[in-house]
């Protein structure tokens, strides 16, 4: 809703309407000349982290910050880079792509060397250009193929994109269970759009056509034409492109109306609240396409949960597991580089080879480090590997 | 044909709680006078109520709505003392004035029960009827029988009894009413609770269809005012009328426009309202703002 | 004195804009940038609604508009950033006409709902369309270029932002204070009214949204060349409302008040922002605490304090003596009206049938009748506020029933209103003002392009204005606003108000209401003059003494249609007059039987 961000500059703008005369008259400079220079060599290490913790997105962005700072704890428990604390700023972008721009300049101004974050695709693009700009490199929780179209060489994704994650289910889908009879729905917001495009590329490149290819609005409650419409179709599986609340309320209305075809998608539709709209008796059979499918994939998962349930006291999950893994990039990063920044830090960060909880990590020019999700099925309302 | 009348189904189901809103908006302008746009926020309020009756004291749904319906009553007192002054005031004033205590419901709501909202579990457990391939919602059936048992109580009490004459009185010309010796005050401040025990009504009833959010209140506030003026702002038939047709044009809008449903429905909104000003049962009598 | 102290307080605040940038940071300088794009949107809302009262919920929308055409302009089909930007505007301005166009047939809430739902159509659209780039946005706007000046620097953008906003406030006070903005004002305090004195009403309500949409098309485009990226949520009904905040905290009748809201309330959010949700039941607070205790917002405290100060030392001016007008020279010519066969219907209560009659050049007539014998549905008929159901009006000769009220106060119809419609918002002298001006809307075409042709036409209104005063005896009272008269004085006005339009025809609808004694000789006064002066009079009065006194002829009316008509004594001994009155002894104060009959 905001167009700003954080922090206060009201005091500043106030007292410096008052001075600037004199402040002018003594400088005879051109205004803004004078920044400081960004890379402070002895304080603690700036990092800044940027999601909503406001508005409807803020629980996404709350578990980013939780999966962030248990990376950001651990380092600073064990002596931080070279010496130095590692600083975690937290910066509020309301899931606003406006207010993201803002947070940009903020972090620019400031002398913040890198920054985590956002969850939504929208507002990392948005952000995208005034960060090349400044050489501050961004590791981001979005996924949407329109990052990598960024081309901007500062943009790196802690996990894979919308492609690799259809991809990987159109390949199950169509290959592995051998269905062809498919129907869509998707939203016309940022994540919809994105995984239609993806999810549509992935099935044409097979051969296959959806029966159906619905778009619904972002904040759309009522799903009767668009279900009933599917129904006459009769398909085997129906793929939803939308986020958790609406996914749910999608599965939930499309079993009243009689429809028994299981629902395939990404990783809202792994998650509790998408469980909770929808009823745990309707979601059974769903296919979901993750790179984390649960705390026990792994060795490094379990430590993970483990240590996460003792800092916050509730599970773990996906976005939590990501913003970790992108934390520890970046930290390795810093490490490796002895604490660089601007270009030779991105290209540390391009450099570095990490096992991490989604997999193993090794970035190529596009800014995207792993390109696998694995296939889960929701059995007993548990979210459990695909067993094809 | 069954798309058609899925479709229509689907959209009265929703429209039955437009319906109700617009009720609400409709009884508190035509006794008071008062555009109320925090109206979609009180009915947030009465869903979270509701919902966390249900889902926390584990009072039976019903019990958990009456109690919901009580404690909305009680926020609608408030908010009817908080914006009294307001009654008068021209319309900006009431329009922004309104909204601002809509955007503290909103807030106070995040403080109370965090952003993140719940989903709500069907009270009626019951599948849902087949009738010649239509499904039909047990729950839906349900929302619709309370909202035309709602609608059946508020008119019997607005003709039947004597407080409900009074504030048919009150609507009907102000100063003729309280020459005659007829508690406006009073009247207004029934006509608030009523306004409001509507919207907890809505706001219980829409809990287990959807999800409840601090900002659920937005749209459900908005499609509801559009119910109300469609029908005739002020008028009690128009309210319900206004709320269906908005509801299933919804629905449809949805199913032949896919992603721009939204942009469909608001444009035949305006067309409507610009062959009809007054809605389909506006009476100019009631229009006072 | 006054206006020297002004003019250094503008200086004064100019130069401290024009050195801000120095003392601010990087995001400092982001956030003022931003500021001032609000500041623009505001004053564009204060016009739509605080002056011309044209609830305007789709100025984000025309932001958007703004915003997204040089966005699209630019990246999409590769027009240089100025091109793109004067496009905009013009999309700007095209849409804003099309959200005007519900304004012709509905007010007030309705308004309020539909331009809200145009604006939700609008996000709906940007959010859809491919070439819109949907929900993500267009980034990549290049910066706008100007020789030798750096555009991507924020600093220097700034000072584009300013002139521009410089321009834009002065441009929109330069409209406040002259004719149109007048007309604006008198049709937001009463539409009815302002068409009764020749401003055209719907022309007025499209102007006002266009107007509307062209500040928000300088914002859009400066949005543009600034944040470089557009995308639907920065046009949502949250920022909607924020604005409006803006606009009813500052003052909406009082653009630099709508200034001063957008400022204040940017720095106080910025200030809590660390804490958005305390922040919003604050913010969410002050928006209802100022509507209830200060509705004037902040502009209105000054002139709120001052009130309550002068209340103590009160002066009380005096109504000056009237000075009549000469008489009729050889080239005015008093109307001719008549009235054929009309009948009026509402909804099964038939208000008038089948009345005829017909009013002689410079004749002054009464209309009389127990209340409710349909008398002002009369007038109203003839000035244009109904159509007859059946029948016609003629002025002169000529067919004027079914034309807009706008119309027939241009060929010459002036009237006043049964309960005083006097513009309350504005002072005696605008009052008068209004009325005056006899140019058209389509005239405006000069604000923008021959600003010093409305300077000297204003000038010329002023010095009409003040000789309109003057006869009337209300000089005193010229900056006073109606309310804080006695309703003796109003009622003057409203005849000086309808006399400033040089009519042929005036009808005064119960002129004598509420008057003393006194006051109601100077009105048999008056009205004899402007007779004299070559004005046709029709007159509904409720007091015999001064119908029969004044009239030369005197039509009854009973139940809607036309009983009596005659000279005043024939009138008041024809048998059905008086049993139409006693049959009526509620009225039985009308009964004509206690009139002196000259």
Known sequence: MSLFARRRVAVPLLTAALASAALALAACSPPGSNNTPSGNENGPIKIALVDAQSGQLSSLGAWELKGARLAVNEWNKAGGINGRQIQLDVFDDQGDPTTGTNVARKIVSEGYIAMLGTAESAVTIAMAPILRDAKIPNITSGQSPGLVAVGSPFLFLNGPTSTTYDATLAKYLVETKGLKNIAMITNNGAYGKGEHDAFLKALSARNVTPVADQVVTADQKDFSAVLTGIRQKNPEVIFLGAEEVESGLIVKQARSLGITAPFAGGAPMGTPVFADTAGLANIEGSIVSSPYLSNDVSEASRKFAAAYKAAYGEDAELHGAKAYDGAQILLTALKNSNIATGQALADAIRAVKHEGLLGNFSYDNTGVGISATAIGEIENGKLVAATS | MQVTIQTFIGGMSLGAIYALVAMGFSLVYRTMGLVNFAHGNVVMVGAYLASTFFLSTRLPFALAMVVAIGATGVVGVVIERALRPLENKDFDLMLIGTIGFGIVLEALAIIIWGATGHAVPSPVPVPPLDILGVRVRTYDLMVLGIAAAATAALMLFLQRTKRGAAMQAVAMDHEAATAVGIHVGRSNAIAFVIGAALAALAGGLVGPMLYVNPSMGGSLGIKGFAGAVLGGFGSIPGAIIGGLVIGVLDSFAAGHFQGYSELVLFVVFTVIIMIRPTGIFGEKTVNRA | ?598
């Open chain 3, 1 to 598: 004195m006054r206006y020297r102290y002004r003019l250094a307080t503008l200086g004064l605040a100019g130069v401290a804009a024009w050195l801000l940038p120095y003392g601010l940071d990087s995001y400092a300088i982001h956030v003022v940038d931003v500021m001032l794009l609000f500041a623009i949107l505001a004053v564009g809302l204060g016009l739509a609604m605080g002056i011309a009262g044209q609830i305007n919920l789709a100025q984000v929308a025309f932001f958007g508009v703004g915003a997204y055409a040089t966005a699209i302009l630019t990246t999409r089909a590769g027009l240089g950033f100025w091109t793109a930007a004067a496009l905009a505007m013009v999309a700007a301005a095209v849409v804003g006409l099309v959200v005007g166009i519900p304004a012709l047939r509905m007010q007030s809430h309705y308004l309020g709902i539909v331009t809200l739902g145009l604006a939700l159509a609008f996000t709906n659209w940007v959010t859809n369309a491919q070439i819109a780039g949907g929900a993500e946005g267009i980034t990549a706007i290049p910066a706008p270029r100007f020789p030798g000046v750096d555009l991507s620097s924020e600093y220097l953008f700034y000072y584009l932002e300013l002139i521009l906003f410089a321009a834009a406030l002065a441009f929109g006070l330069f409209v406040v204070h002259t004719p149109l903005g007048r007309r604006m004002r008198a049709m937001r305090d009463d539409a009815l009214a302002a068409g009764a004195v020749g401003a055209e009403v719907p022309m007025l309500r499209m102007t006002a949204f266009l107007v509307a949409s062209l500040y928000g098309g300088v914002a859009g485009v400066l949005y543009a060349g600034l944040i470089r990226y557009v995308a639907p949520d920065t046009f949502s009904i949250g920022n909607m409302f924020l604005l409006l905040a803006m606009v009813i905290i500052g003052g909406r009748q009082n653009l630099v008040g709508c200034v001063v809201g957008a400022v204040g309330l940017v720095v106080v959010r910025e200030l809590l922002i660390d804490y958005p949700t305390y922040a919003q039941v604050a913010y969410g607070s002050v928006v209802v605490l100022t509507v209830v205790f200060a509705p004037t917002g902040l502009a209105g405290l000054p002139s709120r304090i001052r009130a309550v100060v002068r209340r103590r030392a009160p002066v009380t001016p005096a109504l000056g003596a009237f000075e009549p007008y000469p008489a009729a020279t050889a080239g005015v010519e008093p109307s001719v009206l008549t009235v054929d066969g009309v009948s009026k219907q509402f909804r099964g209560l038939r208000a008038l049938s089948n009345v005829s009659l017909s009013v002689a050049a410079g004749e002054i007539r009464g209309i009389v009748g127990p209340n409710g014998s349909g008398k002002t549905t009369l007038f109203n008929i003839v000035s244009g506020f109904y159509r007859p159901s059946v029948g016609r009006v003629l002025l002169d000769g000529r067919v004027i029933s079914g034309a807009r009220p706008y119309r027939l106060a241009q060929a010459g119809i002036a009237r006043t209103f049964q309960n005083l419609r006097l513009f309350r918002d504005l002072t005696v002298a605008d009052n008068i003002l209004v009325a005056l001006d006899r140019t058209r809307t389509a005239w405006t075409w000069r604000y923008l392009f021959w600003p010093i042709g409305i300077v000297r036409h204003d000038r010329s209104l002023r010095a009409e204005a003040d000789r309109v005063l003057g006869r009337f005896g209300l000089a005193d009272f010229a900056g006073i606003r109606p309310g804080a008269l006695s309703y003796g004085i109003q009622r003057r006005v409203e005849v000086a108000r309808a006399m400033a339009r040089a009519p042929r025809l005036l009808l005064l609808d119960e002129p004598a209401a509420g008057l003393n004694g006194e006051e109601v000789r100077q009105l048999g006064e008056i009205v004899r003059s402007i007779r004299a002066s070559g004005v046709t009079v029709v007159i509904i009065e409720h007091n015999m003494g001064l119908v029969m006194s004044l009239c030369d002829r005197i039509t009854v009316l009973a139940g809607g249609a036309v009983i009596a008509d005659g000279t005043p004594a024939e009138v008041v001994t024809a048998p059905q007059v008086i049993e139409a009155y006693l049959g009526d002894s509620a009225m039985s104060h009308d009964v004509p039987t206690t009139v002196e009959v000259t």
